[in-house]
């Protein structure tokens, strides 16, 4: 499956930004996906997760309260709602799928080509 992440960009502390991801080439609906990000000199790192069905979820910490996963299986797109960032949520985002529930990257066996998330104070 390729994937494709979208809707990055620069905003201020405060603000808010939906990430798209569209997968093409294999069937959607029966992965599980997952959204991770890169900091500059850090490794990349676990943000959230949403099962096949959308009936289950997880998050890391840091995000809880402010991010929200979802996924549309009709239009083959997962999308991170992401609210009151900041400034240590800058990264490169990445979508990626996996065959199973997991929030380990080294168990998502495809990945996108990750979006530029840049939050200012």
């Known amino acids: 499956v390729q994937l494709q992440a979208s809707g990055g960009g620069s905003v201020q502390a405060g603000g808010s930004l939906r990430l798209s991801c569209a997968a093409s080439g294999g069937t959607f609906s029966t992965y599980f996906m997952g959204w991770f990000r890169q900091a500059p000199g850090k490794e990349r790192e676990f943000v959230a997760a949403i099962h096949w069905s959308a009936r289950g979820t997880s998050y890391t910490d840091s995000v809880k309260g402010r991010f929200t996963i979802s996924r549309d299986n009709a239009k083959n797109t997962v999308y991170l709602q992401m609210n009151s960032l900041k400034p240590e949520d800058t990264a490169v985002y990445y979508c990626?799928?996996?065959?199973?529930?997991?929030?380990?990257?080294?168990?998502?066996?495809?990945w996108g080509q990750g979006t530029q998330v840049t939050v200012s104070s």
């Open positions: 990626a799928a996996a065959g199973s529930w997991t929030t380990r990257k080294i168990e998502y066996a495809y």
